[in-house]
């Protein structure tokens, strides 16, 4: 019997997890990448693959904070099922103000108390003194007299994930087709295979409110600092977090610029980004930078993504925006869902777009 064919278009975050799942369930995988197997014009590639969808409440739709703790969830059960590790970690995440800024601390705590009225069986936030900060993070106790706690948030390593995702689907039989940039209209419609377009801001021909918001990030190798979380230093000017990484790596970001300019870190980012993570620990100081790079995040007017069904051939997953990994296993469900039943339960539950967004003024 010939398999059922699917061909999808990009080969970052999304395209690799819909590839394994497609692949698992027999279909016959393509998948095509403008870019080599590394995927180093991605998205996924850049990011600091944080997943904090409570930290994230303060600027975010309730809707994407409920894929958020679903996918929490999700990433456990989907890194388990793969054949190479992949560094995840449910450690909490802290949010640290220096005294100054305190009322950025204040506001960012009432933001939180309103999310927990909605969500409170998974919400929990504590505001703790510099005693438990010592126990959880003891080189910061001295710099900050007080912090927000958000004990489930959790991240991973991005290019970890992407390997092994990668490795997997070819091992279920999928076919990657690398430096293979490909348009919809590429394929006849007269084809009978199902198209998956991942193709993030690449998609921007068949999705036009698509835009792309800029974000950099530094990689640092910084052995004195020794920090067990990401942390989220609140500041008027220049808010950062820093997520650890495996082998006292860590990822300093993210700048977030209404421009699609995907040219390299601008000197005063660079300089805002390394201040900010200086002034949360002097360790950084004799760090070695390894990396600095800047990409952007397909991202929709709403800030929501999409999962649009454009007829019986084509499915788009796009618009994942500053929290792709966050809450892509939650949009890998709903796909899946369509891909197999033509339709959503999923989608429904988590109210997921599924035409296109107006476009606005940004
Ligand atoms: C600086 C930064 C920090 C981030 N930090 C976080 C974070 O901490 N937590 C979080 O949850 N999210 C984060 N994100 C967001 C996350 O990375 C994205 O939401 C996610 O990667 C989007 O996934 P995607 O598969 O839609 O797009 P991508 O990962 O960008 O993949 C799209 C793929 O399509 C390919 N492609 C493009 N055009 C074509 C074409 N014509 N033909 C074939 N292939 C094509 C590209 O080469 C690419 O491989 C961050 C993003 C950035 C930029």
Known sequence: MTKKQVIILGAGLMGRLIALACAKEGFRVSVYDQGGSEVKDSAAYTA??????????????????????????RWPELIKGLSKPVFFQQNGSLIVWHAQDQSLGKHFYSQLNKTQKIFPAQFQHEKITHEKLNLLENQLDHRFREALYLPHEGQLDNRELLDALLIDAQLYGAQFYWYSPRELSDFPESSHFKIIDCRGLGSKQSITPLRGVRGEVIRVYAPEVKLQRPIRLLHPRYPIYIAPKDNDVYVIGATEIESEDMSEVSVRSALELLSAAYSLHSGFAEGRILEMNAQCRPSLPNNA???????ERIISINGLYRHGFMISPALLDAAMEMILTDQSN????????SSLPHASNH
């Open 48 to 73: 600091a693959a944080m997943l904090a969808p409570l930290a994230e409440s303060v600027a975010t739709e309730n809707n994407i904070i409920e894929m958020g703790l679903y996918s929490l969830n």
């Open 305 to 311: 993504p999409i999962i649009l069904k454009t007829n």
């Open 346 to 353: 999923l989608a429904q539950q988590f109210s997921i777009e």
